[in-house]
């Protein structure tokens, strides 16, 4: 993945109307843009006098301690510090003195979300939960996992199916993501078509508000409506609401193996029968639907000769589907046949069904592994939409026809987890020039903005989508999003500048 643009993945789901009308009505439209956090009342040295008072002495890193990690690729300008309290009560003690000096905070997990969302200048601290990163609990009987906010990714996976579960959230940054910025940015991944969203996962969590305030829901239970469900507030909130610093996430019954196809479809139309036929023929065990274009099939044979080509070139689309299920031997059969119908009845042009798990991963590869050549198409740029089902096949052709009549010479590759909607798409212009850009992406979401789409998926709007925010929801949606931060963040400290 290119070094500045691995902004790379891209989704939505939320169907949205045109912006039409003015904000207000019933809602106060506070201003709480990137220049409006209050500067810190007290100097840089005051402040981590007083965070060296609450924190040890790998609690407050500055100048060449902060190691790259914790920053922006090619970022020099640091930040006053990283935090990294190892306790919602530490959290909370770090909190209180930066409310009380109006000192902005960027909360930080694993960094590998691709929209800006943790970028701190020079007057921020980074709030790392990187040293929150235990497993406190599986609870067998009730089927949850207790977790610290920075547990990793592929760890809980690990540990859940260590324990017999599944731990249904599964993407490639497995091995960098936690499960507090998973949380943060509501994430999705491979598996949503049948397990949903991170949200889905949550059954509670810990935050600490901007004032220090701890809210404690750890809820464990499947059904609590008792009230607000409070932990959907935060799900999603990047960081701007609360800081997360422990979760509870509900466990599923660990399938016993997948079975993995490629499938070949002619035309737009198969793309959808072919998806609702799996749907039913496999009886709510379709865990994966990812979709590849021609055109990105054509780039991972020309720039990843290494990876193997299971089917063989000009299909129209490339289908990955995999299902998991409770009997390896007998659902590899069920599967085989369905697959075998689908191409009699001609709604699969080809198919390639992997009989052991390396040629599984051979065929994940072409999903998970191509990207790392994108930079070969010169500077790129990700992007992460999402739209109703229907309207994709139209979507692609819009977007790759106005960005060519811009620029002649540009690559589009588009991909997706077209199950549910979200649509990946790589640009390559031929330039990274600031104007070129900006005109890609009116391109992109101006489109989503017609055809009711939203401009984020799943990686959340962070600083990179921050102006588009307003081409899939309404003024009155952004004022009460507006009005919920400044009620959580009266002296807006939390993630500043970012969202919204
Ligand atoms: C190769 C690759 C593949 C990817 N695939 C997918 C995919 O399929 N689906 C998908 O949804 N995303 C994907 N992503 C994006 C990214 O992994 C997700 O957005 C992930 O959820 C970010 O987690 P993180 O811990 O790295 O958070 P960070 O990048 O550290 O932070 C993300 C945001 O959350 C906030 N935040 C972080 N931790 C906390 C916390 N504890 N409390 C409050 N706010 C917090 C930050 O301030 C920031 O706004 C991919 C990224 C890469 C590099």
């Given at each position: 993945m290119s070094d500045d643009h691995r902004n790379d993945e891209i989704a939505a789901n939320v169907t949205r109307r045109r912006i039409l009308g003015t904000a207000g009505g019933a809602f106060v439209l506070p201003s709480l843009s990137a220049g409006d956090a209050r500067a810190a009342s007290i100097t840089p040295d005051t402040l981590l006098k007083q965070l060296r008072g609450v924190l040890d002495d790998e609690g407050v890193l500055t100048g060449d301690k902060i190691s790259p990690h914790y920053l922006q690729r090619r970022q020099v300008d640091l930040p006053i510090a990283v935090v990294r309290p190892?306790?919602?009560?530490?959290?909370?003690?770090?909190?209180?003195?930066?409310?009380?000096?109006?000192?902005?905070?960027?909360?930080?997990?694993?960094?590998?979300?691709?929209?800006?969302?943790?970028?701190?200048?020079?007057?921020?601290i980074i709030l790392a939960l990187d040293r929150m990163d235990k497993i406190e609990t599986v609870n067998v009987a009730n089927r949850s996992m207790t977790v610290g906010a920075g547990v990793v990714l592929a760890d809980a996976q690990n540990t859940a199916a260590e324990n017999g579960f599944l731990l249904p959230l599964n993407m490639g940054s497995r091995g960098e993501a936690t499960i507090g910025g998973m949380i943060a940015t509501n994430a999705g991944g491979e598996e949503v078509v049948r397990y949903g969203m991170t949200r889905e996962s949550v059954l509670g969590l810990e935050v600490v508000l901007a004032d220090g305030t701890v809210i404690s829901s750890m809820n464990r239970m499947i059904k609590n409506n008792a009230g607000y469900d409070l932990k959907h507030m935060f799900i999603g909130s990047e960081g701007t609401l609360g800081i997360v610093t422990r979760a509870v996430m509900r466990l599923r019954a660990k399938p016993d193996g997948a079975s993995t196809a490629l499938l070949a479809v002619a035309d737009d139309d198969g793309v959808l029968k072919l998806l609702r036929y799996l749907e039913r023929a496999l009886a709510g065990t379709l865990t994966s639907f990812e979709i590849m274009w021609s055109d990105y099939d054509q780039f991972v044979r020309k720039y990843t000769p290494y990876l193997p080509s299971p089917l063989k070139a000009g299909y129209t689309y490339y289908v990955i589907v995999e299902v998991t299920g409770s009997d390896a031997v007998d659902d590899l059969a069920r599967f085989k046949r369905v697959i075998e119908n689908g191409r009699q009845s001609g709604l699969i042009a080809d198919a390639a069904v992997a009989d052991d798990e390396k040629s599984r991963e051979e065929i994940w590869a072409l999903r998970e592994q191509a990207g790392a050549a994108f930079s070969e198409l010169g500077p790129f740029w990700g992007y992460d939409v999402s739209l109703p089902i229907g309207d994709m096949a139209e979507y692609g052709r819009r977007v790759k026809a106005e960005v060519t009549v811009l620029y002649p010479e540009a690559t589009l590759l588009f991909l997706g987890h077209v199950g549910d909607g979200n649509l990946h798409i790589i640009a390559a212009p031929g330039s990274r020039a600031p104007d070129v850009k900006k005109a890609v992406d009116d391109v992109v979401y101006g489109a989503i903005r017609d055809l009711g789409g939203s401009v984020s998926a799943e990686h959340g709007i962070g600083l990179e989508k921050k102006n588009y925010l307003a081409w899939s929801r309404t003024p009155e949606e952004i004022a009460l999003m507006r009005n919920l931060k400044a009620m959580l963040d009266p002296k807006g400290i939390l993630n500043p500048g970012k969202l919204i």
């Open positions: 190892q306790s919602t009560a530490e959290t909370s003690a770090v909190m209180k003195i930066c409310h009380a000096a109006g000192q902005p905070v960027v909360p930080l997990g694993g960094n590998s979300g691709l929209v800006r969302g943790t970028q701190a200048n020079t007057a921020e």
